[in-house]
């Protein structure tokens, strides 16, 4: 089948922003590091996560025609504050790469569907002729070979100092805290919780879209070897 003008038009309108997507995704992990490390900062000792949405972010950046698209892309983003003052930052990576699997699969069907409808003289089957195997499959692929997961996660590592007094939290990712850049922090039980300082900017409390202050991050628990071996002993009583 051969394209006409028109189609070829709407075909690199809508694939000029499928690679949008593909930069803005990789842009979003240098924009996670929050930069912000009491009398209480060792309770702030060891690792606290926090689950972010990144759909949002990604769909401010795909256009009008893709406002109706709905999927979750969530990721898991862990801060690890170290006794000797140095933080390390990462996230889950096989959580993100199994939820950015199930996002581009959404993605493929909603952007395929829109291939289809803005081509409304040609038949889902003469489009997918255009394209190996099909619209879905071919827009998959190059999302593919654009975003690889352990890239994505792997910019999001980060490692940093930090430092924390009279329940102000700085973080930076040099080698030096910033002592003019600073979040407020809580803490109660297994929860800790970052805020604007007062005063700040009201435009400044949107970290990304979707992420907000405050900020609230939960422990993370470590299970102690004996603590395993006691639970395989007591399933090996009960069985």
């Not at 997918?128 to 792997?154: F, G, H, L, R």
């Amino acid at each position: 089948m051969k394209r006409n003008g028109r189609m070829r038009s709407n075909e690199r309108k809508t694939m000029k922003k499928l690679t949008r997507i593909a930069a803005v995704l990789m842009i979003l992990v240098m924009t996670f590091a929050l930069v912000g490390c009491g009398d209480d900062s060792k309770a702030l000792i060891g690792k606290w996560g926090m689950k972010y949405d990144m759909h949002d972010a990604v769909l401010e950046q795909m256009g009008d025609e893709f406002a109706d698209f709905k999927s979750s892309l969530e990721v898991t983003i862990f801060f690890e504050f170290k006794e000797d003052g140095t933080m390390e930052m990462s996230v889950d990576n096989d959580e993100f790469a199994a939820n950015y699997a199930n996002w581009l699969d959404d993605f493929s069907d909603y952007a395929a569907n829109y291939i289809y409808d803005s081509n409304p003289d040609y038949s889902k089957e003469d489009i997918d002729a255009v394209y190996s195997p099909n619209v879905k499959e071919y827009i998959k692929s190059m999302m593919e070979e654009s975003v690889k997961p352990e890239d994505v996660t792997a910019d999001m590592h980060q490692e940093g100092v930090w430092e924390a007094k009279k329940g102000k939290i700085f973080i930076s990712d040099g080698d030096t805290v910033d002592q003019t850049s600073y979040d407020l922090y809580t803490i109660s039980g297994d929860t800790l919780t970052f805020e604007l300082p007062e005063g700040a900017e009201a435009d400044g409390e949107n970290v990304l879209p979707g992420m907000e202050y405050p900020l609230v991050f939960t422990k993370v628990k470590s299970v102690s070897y004996t603590h395993l071996r006691a639970h395989e002993t007591l399933a090996n009583l009960v069985c």
